[in-house]
């Protein structure tokens, strides 16, 4: 299974919701990546979990809040989005973080998101 | 600091003409490369990946790069494009232990 999942395919919120998107890969990967994607743009690293610990944060706004309950499992918790955090919220896994660097990532088909 | 250069925004060719999508990187050590694609609405697929075995890298779909060290660069080909490769396209660098970076994409359209 050279999968990842993710769940919801599209979400809508209002700036005042809670909501969580979810990812998960049975690949045995042990890094896994959050990342926005805004139209016509490549995507840009938010997070980095690495045996299950944050090893990045790129900066993002507290409004996101990584979560890595167990190997297989990522999500993100949203609260108090603003419009422009609209965009495309990828996944994806990598046998590691740290060892060979020509380990790819593999990406999950992405929640859509449309904060109102 | 490690960076990515796709030549072109937007390349149109015609079905069944060659398809040239242009990387160029910017490395002081031998760079991880990566060709991702990507469909409308969905997440980002490798293509093929360069990681010093060889200098020419098949990947899926029927496409191919080269990686030229003097050139510094890393282009994606197809000999004959199909409708079906009409998609986002990204050429991607993983310096030793790092971030994977990014080009800013390059989309393809096929004409029929």
């Known amino acids: 299974d050279t999968e990842v999942t993710q769940t919801p395919k599209h979400l809508v919120m209002g700036m005042t919701n809670k909501k969580s998107l979810k990812c998960e890969q049975h690949?045995?990967?042990?890094?896994m990546y959050w990342y926005k994607q805004k139209a016509k743009k490549p995507p840009e690293l938010m997070f980095v979990?690495?045996?299950?610990?944050?090893?990045i944060n790129e900066s993002v706004p507290s409004r996101f809040s990584p979560e890595c309950p167990n190997s297989s499992l990522l999500n993100l918790h949203l609260h108090a989005l603003q419009p422009e955090d609209s965009a495309l919220y990828l996944c994806a896994s990598s046998q590691d973080q740290t060892g060979a660097s020509y380990n790819e990532q593999f990406f999950g088909p992405g929640t859509r998101l449309t904060v109102l | 600091a490690q960076s990515v250069t796709q030549l072109g925004s937007h390349v149109s060719v015609s079905e069944g003409a060659l398809v040239l999508l242009r990387c160029n990187y910017s490395?002081?050590?031998?760079?991880?490369l990566f060709w991702y694609v990507q469909y409308p609405n969905q997440g980002l697929q490798l293509l093929l990946k360069?990681?010093?075995?060889?200098?020419l890298v098949k990947g899926i779909n029927g496409f191919e790069a080269e990686f030229k060290k003097s050139e510094t660069s890393f282009h994606l080909t197809k000999p004959s494009a199909h409708m079906s490769d009409a998609a986002e396209y990204f050429c991607a660098v993983r310096p030793t232990g790092g971030k994977l970076i990014f080009g800013q994409g390059t989309e393809l359209s096929v004409k029929p």
């Open positions: 690949m045995g990967h042990r890094a």
């Open positions: 490395s002081s050590v031998p760079p991880y």
């Open positions: 360069y990681t010093s075995a060889a200098t």
């Open positions: 979990y690495s045996y299950e610990k944050l090893s």
